[in-house]
């Protein structure tokens, strides 16, 4: 089941990646780790959690088996010291403490730790996120941040405006040359994402099923 819905998550973005330049990840929040295991046996390699503490079970459970974990949820400023030490990527970053904390926490022993900021591309009250005005102001920040490396943007646009939020986004990354990571598109926004120049989509209920959240 879970191989067959990868299947064709991967068949509706080879239909349009036409450059080779989307990677898939499979979020996998509130879902058992024998579905994650089922995922990774027919070769799935990225996943995203949303929730540190369910996270780092997994990444325990399944460790040895060469993932790479992205974290994708809210980022509480207490929770950052572990964030540090067991992700590759965090997509979540919506404050310049945040960063610093990570930059910071990030261990010696690894790689540089991969962030996104996250943009409130809708400028919703309701949403976290930079807006897109402060982006300019923040970006100069990362230049003295040693252990993390700002690779690009996240959104979650609202949901009756997704396409045009998909092309702002397209728009601003373009005046960062340095930066080559989009994050967006779900399952319902997978295809406009990819269209608007994705580089990352985050794929939960097309390829688990539907959560109750
Ligand atoms: C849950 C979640 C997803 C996956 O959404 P689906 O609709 O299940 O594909 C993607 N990104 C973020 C930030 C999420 O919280």
């Known amino acids: 089941m879970i191989a067959d819905n990868l299947k064709k998550v ?10 080779h330049q989307v990677t898939l990840i499979a979020v996998s929040k509130t879902k058992p ?9 027919v070769g799935q390699q990225h996943f995203g959690e949303n929730y540190l503490q369910e996270a780092l079970e997994k990444i325990e459970a399944l460790k040895g088996q060469n993932l790479i974990w992205h974290f994708i949820g809210p980022v509480q400023s207490n929770k950052t010291t572990k964030i540090a030490e067991n ?21 010696k022993s690894l ?3 991969n962030v996104l900021l996250q943009i409130n591309i809708d400028n919703e009250l309701t949403k976290s996120g930079i807006l897109v005005d402060e982006i300019d102001e923040i970006i100069p920040f990362f230049e003295n941040l040693q252990n993390i490396v700002l690779r690009g943007f996240m ?7 997704t396409e045009r939020s998909f092309q ?3 728009k601003i990354i373009k005046k960062y040359p340095k930066l080559d990571t989009l994050s967006m598109g779900m399952s319902n926004s997978l295809e406009l994402a990819i269209g608007n120049g994705a580089t990352f989509v985050r ?8 959560r109750v959240d």
Not at 10 to 19: E, P
Not at 95 to 106: F, G, P, S, T, Y
Not at 204 to 210: M, Q, R, S
């Open 203 to 210: 794929i939960g209920a097309d390829i688990f099923g539907k």
């Open 10 to 19: 991967q068949d509706r973005i080879h239909a349009l990646d036409k450059n």
């Open 155 to 161: 959104c979650i646009p609202k949901l009756d405006n």
């Open 87 to 107: 992700f590759d990527w965090v997509h979540s970053v919506d404050r310049l403490k945040v960063a610093r904390r990570l930059n910071d926490q990030r261990p």
């Open 33 to 41: 780790i024998s579905d994650l295991q089922q995922a990774i046996d």
């Open 168 to 170: 702002k986004m397209a």
């Open 111 to 113: 790689e540089n730790l």
